[in-house]
């Protein structure tokens, strides 16, 4: 006879599924206890009362009214354990259980393994100190402070009260005897332990300390089970997943695989009208669970994610519904990027050279001012992004934003200078995914080069000068979180190598430990001399550092040399 | 936000509440089926003018989600389309003549009937040719959506709209009745869309997409808005604000997360861009009852003169929700 096992069952909506699962607990022989909330109307509960009438098994007990986080779901349990253990005198484990909860492996099952550990209680219980699951920041002050007001109807109140409370520094005594436990409301006890809760004569005492606690009843018989249990197992046999609210995660018939694997006895909360789940462990229940490999852990998973998901969100993803404000961004960007600025200008070839040697995308001038220079000259890159200079002007950090989630798995790297759109300068300083390497006053080479009017160079000079300036201020900043590396122009022509290395380096693992082939610099003869001629027309050149008029770079005179690298 | 504010806002509220009251006088019933309405169902709102072929597709969709009622205004349709809803049993239907423009493209005619119909039920307010993607809409139905927003305690749900489009000319396949859009116009762009927070309301706007990337590739900033809100638990006291871009009171706005967790959202599949297109954008811009002086239609006009391609090489091909779950454009949020 397997009437060892007495289910006591909190309903308050879904009726219809309460009394299938009732049905469910009675063909196993399980005598059945049910409380059914007063706030369910009069005539509901007596068509469901009516419904299980046929079955003595099944009981109820004296309705209550049950809000969220108060007593009355506490004294509901009390009243309908202390029926069950009253009128079914071979009931030795009490199991409580919800209207939505789910039997999903034989009731038999469980029986047998209760009656395999006759003086255990499953019910987690742990102190106040050790459970990260608090809502609300109330921990311990649950136990100390007092909770007249509703949480979900009152919660100015609640708030309010709260607040004067930890203001006046108000405690309550905890009554003698009682180490504060919480833990999950769905536990399974032993006759014994239970009786010894319910008949203890300093009942009302405790019932009067605990009307007060918030959310007693995660609280009232998990600290009096560590009173008289002989052996308590701090788990519940229940498998019940709760969000970042504290409010449980709901089952679906897509998770009818999940659950298969779940090896749990019982689970909550299903959705009332998951009729896969209901159909699939309430007709044949052997059957669901049998055929699979258990593999509890991937709900654990699952779920531990979803929270992940709603709090942390997927860093650099700005979309309908993650908009951070600053500072909340937990990652400006989704992946590393590099940021070369004037490199281009030094080393003929360079993009396809970096290109080359790394494997990741090299884009040009993406904030040109002209158009956006996208790797391989492309008008439309990943994700439809486009190379219109007024879509990308139009929210410059939507733009590097956008890209770089899109190519999300790519490294990419581009090109910025002092003629581009710098309004994006402080997004990227302040972006720990940013490698910026700077090479400052290298916007002088294409002028050298360009053999136009000088009075339009010497403008020119000036004028980008200026912005380059501007900009390493922002770098510079203390607020800066990206990895910025700066030199200026004569210090990277002295010794190039070494720069280059530390930058690929940094590159990942797609970037070669040793360089083969070696950008090729431009030739710099006579560019002391330009430098000289912008001073003599009062313009004052220094970002570049010092060129000497007469000394040109000796390794620049003699071309096509295949540098050598020694480590 | 201050006090003056908040006045403000609700003085808006209210102004917006009295002009649905007196645009009632537009709408006469068709066929009023309103009573059947239960106390749980959901509702969907809409208002349409010459859609005729589509309306069986757009119609059998939302019922298999689990669309309860149709509360449907015809703006003087000609194309038979008030014929095929009023034999529809779970439609109700109101025409009426006057202009759509001076209903703020129709907003005053549907807050008018959601003050009346649709207290405390959740409310779908969608155009005939926007059909909503939610985390696991192939596995539950909307009721599943509803049930889990009501236990989360969480009002409105937004699904911004997503422009479908086919690839090659617009008129290329023919839409036939009855038959998926989508099969037509599978494309869509991922990831060039901008956003930025209305201050005023609290609302997201966002703007992008191939509208942006085609139509007005110098002027950014007047492309259309894409951020919808088209999912609320309604109660008599709100009211969409401009289309179903924004809601007051503002909190029903706030359907992001402003510190870095997602927040779950769905996406409004946008089935415009069919061959029925060309012939719709010349006559709207004919009416001239478009939204800032039709700028938008204009701009479709000048181009589709030249029958642009929406299509480009990194146009995503329509999968499945998931697909457009992992590439950022909505989110499961904490729903599991």
């Given at each position: 006879?397997s009437?060892?096992?007495?289910?006591?069952m909190?309903?308050?909506t879904a009726?219809?599924?309460?009394?299938?699962v009732?049905?469910?607990?009675?063909?196993?022989?399980?005598?059945?206890?049910?409380?059914?909330d007063?706030k369910v109307?009069q005539?509901?509960?007596a068509?469901f009362?009516?419904?299980?009438?046929?079955?003595?098994?099944?009981?109820?007990?004296?309705r209550?009214?049950?809000?969220?986080g108060?007593?009355?779901i506490?004294?509901?349990?009390?009243?309908?354990?202390?029926?069950?253990?009253?009128?079914?005198d071979?009931v030795?484990?009490?199991?409580?259980?919800?209207?939505?909860?789910?039997?999903?492996?034989?009731?038999?099952?469980?029986v047998?393994?209760?009656?395999?550990?006759?003086q255990?209680?499953f019910?987690e219980?742990?102190?106040t100190?050790?459970?990260?699951?608090t809502?609300?920041g109330?921990d311990?002050?649950?136990?100390t402070?007092?909770?007249?007001?509703?949480?979900?109807r009152?919660?100015?109140?609640f708030?309010?009260y709260?607040?004067?409370?930890?203001?006046?520094?108000?405690?309550r005594?905890?009554?003698a005897?009682?180490?504060?436990?919480?833990g999950?409301?769905?536990?399974?006890?032993?006759r014994?332990?239970?009786?010894?809760i319910?008949?203890?004569?300093?009942?009302k005492t405790?019932e009067?300390?605990f009307?007060?606690?918030?959310?007693?009843?995660?609280?009232?018989?998990?600290?009096?089970?560590?009173k008289y249990?002989?052996?308590?197992?701090?788990?519940?046999?229940?498998?019940s997943?709760?969000?970042?609210?504290?409010?449980?995660?709901?089952?679906?018939?897509?998770?009818?695989?999940?659950?298969?694997?779940?090896?749990c006895f019982?689970?909550r909360?299903?959705?009332?009208?998951a009729?896969?789940?209901?159909?699939?462990?309430l007709?044949?229940?052997g059957?669901?669970?049998?055929r699979?490999?258990?593999?509890?852990?991937?709900?654990d998973?699952?779920?531990?994610?979803?929270?992940?998901?709603?709090?942390?969100g997927?860093?650099?993803?700005?979309?309908?519904?993650?908009?951070?404000?600053?500072?909340w961004?937990?990652?400006l960007t989704?992946?590393?990027?590099?940021v070369f600025?004037?490199?281009?200008?030094?080393?003929e070839?360079?993009?396809?050279?970096?290109?080359?040697t790394?494997?990741?995308?090299v884009?040009g001038h993406?904030?040109?001012?002209e158009?956006?220079?996208?790797a391989?000259?492309?008008?439309?890159?990943?994700g439809?992004l486009?190379?219109?200079?007024?879509?990308?002007d139009y929210?410059?950090?939507?733009?590097?934003?956008?890209?770089?989630?899109?190519?999300?798995?790519?490294?990419?790297c581009?090109?910025?200078?002092p003629?581009?759109?710098?309004k994006?300068?402080?997004?990227?300083t302040?972006d720990?995914n940013?490698?910026?390497?700077?090479?400052?006053?290298?916007?002088?080479?294409?002028?050298?080069?360009?053999n136009?009017?000088?009075?339009?160079?010497?403008?020119?000079a000036a004028?980008?000068?200026?912005?380059?300036?501007?900009?390493?201020?922002i770098l510079?900043?203390?607020r800066?979180?990206?990895?910025?590396?700066i030199?200026?122009?004569a210090?990277?022509?002295?010794?190039?190598?070494?720069?280059?290395q530390t930058?690929?380096?940094?590159?990942?693992s797609?970037?070669?430990?040793h360089?083969?082939?070696a950008?090729?610099?431009v030739d710099?003869?006579?560019?002391?001399?330009?430098?000289q001629n912008?001073k003599?027309?009062?313009?004052?050149?220094?970002l570049?550092?010092?060129?000497?008029?007469?000394h040109d770079?000796v390794?620049?005179?003699?071309?096509?040399?295949?540098?050598?690298l020694?480590? | 936000m201050?006090?003056?504010q908040?006045?403000r806002?609700?003085?808006?509220?209210?102004?917006?509440?009295?002009?649905?009251f007196r645009?009632?006088?537009?709408l006469?019933?068709?066929?009023?089926?309103t009573?059947a309405?239960?106390?749980?169902?959901?509702?969907?709102f809409?208002?349409?003018?010459?859609?005729?072929?589509r309306?069986?597709?757009f119609?059998?969709?939302?019922?298999?989600?689990?669309?309860n009622?149709?509360l449907?205004?015809d703006?003087?349709s000609?194309d038979?389309s008030?014929?095929?809803?009023r034999?529809?049993e779970d439609v109700?239907?109101?025409h009426?003549?006057?202009?759509y423009?001076?209903a703020?493209?129709?907003?005053d005619?549907l807050?008018w009937?959601?003050?009346?119909?649709g207290h405390?039920?959740?409310?779908?307010?969608v155009?005939?040719?926007?059909?909503?993607?939610?985390?696991?809409?192939d596995t539950?139905?909307?009721?599943?959506?509803?049930?889990?927003?009501?236990?989360?305690?969480?009002?409105?749900?937004?699904?911004?709209?997503?422009?479908?489009?086919?690839?090659?000319?617009?008129d290329?396949?023919?839409?036939?009745?009855g038959?998926?859009?989508?099969?037509?116009?599978?494309w869509?762009?991922?990831?060039?869309?901008?956003?930025k927070?209305?201050?005023?309301?609290?609302n997201l706007w966002?703007?992008?997409?191939?509208?942006?990337?085609v139509?007005?590739?110098?002027t950014p900033a007047?492309?259309?808005?894409?951020?919808?809100?088209?999912?609320?638990?309604?109660?008599?006291?709100y009211?969409?604000?401009?289309?179903?871009?924004m809601?007051?009171?503002r909190?029903?706005n706030?359907?992001y997360?402003?510190?870095?967790?997602?927040?779950?959202?769905?996406?409004?599949?946008?089935?415009?861009?069919?061959?029925t297109?060309?012939?719709?954008?010349?006559?709207?811009?004919d009416?001239k009852?478009?939204?800032?002086?039709?700028?938008?239609?204009?701009?479709?006009?000048e181009?589709?003169?030249d029958d642009?391609?929406?299509?480009?090489?990194?146009?995503?091909k329509?999968?499945n929700w998931r697909q457009?779950e992992?590439?950022?454009?909505?989110?499961?949020?904490?729903?599991?």
């Open positions: 006879m009437g060892s096992v007495g289910i006591v909190l309903v308050h009726l219809h599924r309460a009394e299938q009732a049905r469910h607990w009675r063909a196993a022989g399980c005598p059945v206890v049910i409380h059914v007063k109307p005539g509901t509960f068509r009362k009516a419904a299980l009438s046929d079955d003595p098994g099944v009981l109820f007990s004296p209550r009214r049950c809000e969220w108060t007593w009355g506490v004294a509901a349990t009390q009243a309908a354990a202390g029926l069950m253990l009253d009128r079914f071979e030795r484990h009490v199991y409580l259980a919800s209207g939505s909860c789910l039997p999903l492996r034989p009731v038999p099952e469980l047998d393994y209760l009656a395999a550990r006759p255990t209680d019910i219980s742990a102190t100190a050790d459970v990260p699951w809502v609300g109330l311990e002050e649950r136990f402070l007092r909770f007249p007001f509703s949480w979900k009152q919660r100015r109140l708030d309010l709260v607040e004067v409370q930890r203001r006046i520094g108000y405690k005594r905890i009554p005897g009682l180490v504060p436990h919480m999950s409301q769905w536990w399974c006890l032993t014994q332990t239970l009786s010894a319910l008949e203890d004569p300093r009942r405790y009067r300390y009307r007060r606690v918030w959310i007693p009843d995660e609280s009232y018989f998990q600290t009096l089970a560590r249990s002989i052996n308590i197992e701090s788990r519940s046999l229940t498998l997943k709760f969000d970042f609210q504290g409010k449980p995660h709901i089952f679906y018939d897509d998770h009818l695989q999940l659950l298969r694997r779940s090896d019982v689970a909360k299903i959705w009332p009208r009729d896969r789940l209901y159909k699939a462990f007709t044949d229940s059957g669901a669970m049998k699979t490999e258990p593999n509890p852990g991937k709900i998973r699952i779920f531990a994610k979803a929270v992940e998901r709603r709090t942390r997927r860093p650099g993803l700005y979309m309908q519904s993650r908009f951070p404000n600053p500072g961004e937990n990652g989704a992946t590393p990027y590099s600025q004037g490199f281009t200008e030094l080393f070839g360079f993009e396809g050279w970096l290109a080359r790394t494997g990741a995308r884009h993406l904030f040109a001012p158009r956006v220079e996208f391989g000259d492309q008008e439309v890159i990943n439809a486009s190379d219109s200079a007024a879509h990308r929210e410059p950090a939507a733009f590097l934003t956008n890209l770089i989630w899109n190519t999300r798995g790519e490294r990419q581009f090109q910025f200078g003629r581009d759109n710098q994006i300068n402080w997004t990227i302040r720990p940013a490698q910026i390497s700077v090479i400052t006053g290298a916007w002088a080479v294409p002028l050298f080069r360009s136009s009017n000088f009075a339009d160079l010497r403008k020119q004028k980008l000068q200026r912005i380059e300036n501007r900009q390493l201020d510079r900043a203390s800066a979180k990206a990895r910025v590396r030199w200026n122009m210090e990277f022509v002295e010794a190039p190598m070494e720069p280059l930058i690929l380096g940094e590159l990942g797609a970037a070669p430990r360089l083969n082939e950008p090729k610099m710099l003869t006579g560019f002391g001399q330009f430098l912008l003599n027309q009062g313009m004052h050149p220094y570049m550092g010092d060129f000497p008029v007469n770079p390794t620049q005179t003699k071309p096509a040399r295949k540098p050598y020694v480590r | 201050g006090v003056w908040t006045y806002l609700r003085l808006q509220r209210q102004r917006w509440q009295i002009r649905a645009k009632r006088r537009d006469s019933p068709v066929i009023d089926r009573g309405i239960r106390r749980d169902d959901i509702l969907l809409c208002t349409q003018r010459n859609e005729r072929i309306l069986p597709f119609l059998k969709y939302y019922r298999d989600l689990g669309v009622h149709f449907i205004v703006n003087h000609s038979g008030v014929d095929y809803l034999d529809q109700s239907l109101w009426t003549a006057a202009g423009k001076r703020r493209f129709g907003v005619w807050n009937l959601q003050r009346k119909h405390r039920h959740w409310c779908l307010t155009d005939p040719d926007e059909f909503l993607i939610y985390p696991f809409c539950r139905p909307l009721r599943a959506l509803t049930d889990w927003l009501d236990a989360s305690s969480i009002k409105s749900f937004s699904a911004m709209l997503l422009d479908m489009y086919p690839k090659g000319r617009l290329a396949q023919p839409y036939k009745e038959q998926d859009p989508f099969e037509i116009a599978r869509f762009d991922s990831g060039n869309y901008t956003l927070k209305n201050k005023r309301y609290g966002i703007q992008g997409g191939p509208r942006s990337r139509f007005f590739p110098g007047k492309a259309p808005a894409l951020n919808k809100i088209p999912l609320v638990k309604w109660d008599r006291k009211t969409y604000v401009s289309s179903t871009h809601l007051l009171p909190g029903l706030q359907t997360d402003e510190w870095g967790g997602e927040k779950a959202s769905g996406v409004l599949l946008h089935a415009k861009f069919l061959d297109f060309s012939a719709k954008a010349a006559e709207e811009l009416r009852q478009h939204y800032a002086a039709s700028v938008e239609y204009r701009a479709y006009t181009s589709l003169k642009p391609d929406l299509w480009c090489k990194w146009s995503e329509y999968i457009l992992i590439l950022g454009l909505m989110s499961k949020g904490n729903w599991a």
